[in-house]
């Protein structure tokens, strides 16, 4: 029976690039709701008129802050 030894390194490099990986995922993805958040309580905060101004209907509001309103 052949025994391969490993070391530290190489078994615990696996799980500290999946580590990294998440990590910048998450921060990514918090940095967006972020800015959806943001942008929501931006456009909220506008008038029926001034929303009307910039030619969007209040419904849209979600969808435009999620970056997912087509015209």
Not at 16 to 30: I, M, T
């Amino acid at each position: 029976m052949t025994h391969v030894k490993y070391s530290a390194v190489e078994l615990l490099r696996p799980v500290v690039e999946s580590l990294v990986r998440f990590a910048r995922n998450l921060d990514r993805n918090v940095t967006h709701r972020r800015k959806v958040a943001s942008t929501m309580n931006e456009l909220s905060n506008l008038s029926d008129r001034e929303l009307n101004d910039i030619g969007v209907h209040r419904g849209n509001i979600r969808s435009i802050s999620e970056g997912i309103w087509n015209d």
